[in-house]
């Protein structure tokens, strides 16, 4: 009998029983490790005993269809408690259908497994995304990642180490164990189990019977008048994360505007007033606004004004006191996108939107450095962090508007950008994706945009945004075929194509020096860099032709006698401040029989020695 001999391997250890028998029941010949122990889990061989080393055992086969379920119940935003509450729903539940599970404690936070094996064929990967997101309006403790991923998602394996201490560990004296993992083995529940489950937990449900223990956002009151004018509570020290921004050097290339607004908004969110700011108006992060400040003052004191009214209208209370923590809003709507975006690779997979993806995490990323969900950004900007053409960036846009991933919220005017929103998941579609097991975490803005800004990435001179996705993917699941045709979306002859062409340039492994070597292979050296600088010889052209109309207009000015095409000064011998416009800097914009002269205006800025692209 199975029991019989699953008691006699539990004689040689109950890890080593428990790794034996999920190695027999994997839909695939390979498991996910954590060899380092950093979270960070790799495919490879199933291990011969356990050991030190966290092992996950994939859900679903090579075609997406779930043979094992894990529900995922994790302590971490509500507690154990609320933990245990879900878990006696769900055992009810299945035993009430006769679905033979095994319920293991996850670790030492508390968070519990329910395992069931599933017959063949499996559950398709769409039912097992919807039925995860149902059965998650039910049980808010229910992490639904894995479930949703059916390329990458894994849970640890009964037995295996967890990365804060112990070990998963089943609930049950061990002949209960034996005689539910004995039911599991001739009894698996059959495919149907995800309607009867589908009309368990309908996606009707209401609320969620657990409160979020986190607090609501509220809008604070502002007090005192013209630059005294701040939020009304007690001035505090800028937090240690926004002190450094206000004071170290930012990084070549870094955002100027998006590192002024966050010490902004830092500023007006801990009680700090316009004369405040003006006190640190020196300090690298404010470069930006101390540009504005000597330049256009108004301006400047317009951005201070919507910091001032965004940290009101999103301030939260410290408590009586003002002591408690501040609901991470922004965060946790990005985390959701990501976690669509992550999951939802036929959207990707189509042709053209590999550059929207890239789009889609850039104006995250912003967001996330403004810390907010509505940002002005024109598309040379937004492609430059994207690494794509400023004209794919605003047909991204439009793309990404048109299936409701963002808003436009307001068109551009003039000088003015126009202004996206991004749009939070509904919670039938996606709520829930604070992945706790393996590679079911979606990558975060930042670590998506570092792989996609090399030059080797860029599209008709480079390998292209198919062949960057391809790369990432790779390294994310393995470099199985169909595990990458699922995580993609791509056909088998696409993904076989480009493994081939990557593999011909030794690009399997991230390496700089490779990515390096290729670029220069495809003389794609250098593309960013030149396009960046393209973008800022268009900026302050624009600037130089509007300080030119600005100076015709003005009344009473003083005329210079001076070379036609130059500046009063010599911009190399002598440096200026910067609040010196454009027309002061190179002189009179050149003209052409009484027209505006653009192509020999832009040589002049082109060759002129003191621009540096430093954007």
């Excluded at 119940?73 to 539940?93: E, Q, S």
């Excluded at 027209?595 to 800025?605: G, H, I, K, P, V």
């Amino acid at each position: 009998m199975f029991t019989q001999s699953f008691a006699t391997t539990r004689a040689a250890g109950p890890r080593t029983a428990m790794l034996d028998k999920w190695r027999q029941w994997s839909p695939r010949p390979t498991a996910r490790l954590d060899t380092t122990r950093t979270h960070r889990y790799r495919s490879g061989s199933w291990p011969h005993d356990i050991g030190d080393v966290p092992i996950a055992t994939y859900l679903a086969d090579r075609h997406g269809n779930y043979k094992l379920l894990a529900l995922d119940l994790d302590a971490g935003r509500l507690g154990a408690d609320a933990v245990r509450t879900d878990v006696n729903t769900v055992v009810r539940v299945l035993t009430d259908l006769g679905v033979a599970h095994l319920v293991v404690t996850s670790g030492p936070t508390g968070g519990q497994h329910i395992w069931i094996r599933i017959s063949e064929p499996g559950i398709p990967p769409h039912t097992m995304a919807q039925l995860a997101r149902q059965m998650r309006m039910h049980l808010p403790t229910l992490d639904i990642s894995p479930l949703a991923n059916a390329a990458t998602g894994a849970v640890r394996i009964p037995g295996s180490p967890h990365r804060e201490g112990g070990a998963a560990t089943p609930v049950g004296d061990p002949a209960y164990v034996d005689q539910q993992i004995a039911a599991m083995d001739t009894r698996p529940a059959p495919p149907e189990l995800a309607n009867w489950l589908s009309a368990l937990f309908p996606a009707t449900a209401e609320a969620p019977h657990h409160a979020d223990p986190r607090p609501a956002i509220g809008s604070m009151s502002l007090t005192g008048h013209g630059a005294a004018r701040r939020l009304s509570r007690a001035k505090v020290p800028l937090s240690r994360e926004s002190a450094a921004l206000l004071t170290e050097s930012l990084p070549r290339g870094a955002d100027r505007s998006a590192a002024a607004w966050t010490v902004l908004l830092a500023m007006a969110a801990s009680g700090w007033s316009w004369n405040d700011v003006l006190t640190q108006l020196n300090q690298p992060g404010l470069a930006r606004l101390r540009d504005d400040y000597h330049q256009r003052q108004p301006h400047a004191l317009n951005q201070w004004n919507k910091a001032l009214a965004m940290a009101a209208d999103t301030a939260w209370k410290r408590a009586d006191n003002e002591t408690t923590t501040a609901p991470a809003t922004v965060q946790t709507v990005i985390d959701a996108i990501s976690g669509k975006v992550h999951t939802q690779s036929h959207v990707w997979g189509r042709k053209g939107w590999a550059s929207a993806e890239r789009v889609l995490y850039a104006l995250m990323e912003l967001c996330l450095k403004a810390r907010t969900l509505t940002i002005d950004i024109d598309v040379r900007r937004l492609a430059e962090s994207a690494n794509v053409h400023y004209a794919t960036a605003a047909r991204a846009l439009h793309r990404l508007a048109a299936e409701g991933w963002i808003e436009r919220t307001a068109e551009s005017a003039g000088t003015k950008a126009a202004t996206w929103k991004l749009r939070a998941p509904g919670a039938a579609s996606s709520d829930c994706f604070t992945a706790t097991q393996v590679e079911s975490r979606p990558p975060s803005p930042t670590h998506r945009l570092r792989h996609c800004r090399h030059d080797v990435w860029v599209w008709r001179y480079g390998l292209g945004g198919v062949a960057e996705r391809i790369h990432f993917l790779r390294r994310v699941c393995g470099g199985d075929l169909p595990s990458l045709v699922i995580a993609t979306g791509y056909s088998p002859a696409t993904v076989s194509s480009w493994l081939r062409r990557l593999d011909s340039f030794n690009l399997a492994d991230s390496v700089d020096q490779a990515w390096d070597r290729t670029a220069s292979e495809l003389g794609c050296v250098g593309i960013m860099a030149a396009r960046t600088r393209a973008h800022l010889i268009d900026r302050l052209l624009h600037d130089w032709w509007n300080d030119e109309l600005a100076w015709r207009r003005k009344r009473g000015k003083r005329r210079y006698r001076q070379r036609k095409g130059t500046a009063r000064s010599d911009p190399e011998a002598l440096s200026l401040p910067i609040a010196v416009n454009a027309r002061t800097r190179y002189g009179k914009f050149p003209t052409q029989a009484g027209r505006a002269d653009y192509a020999t205006a832009r040589l002049q800025l082109t060759s002129s020695a003191s621009h540096k692209v430093v954007a």
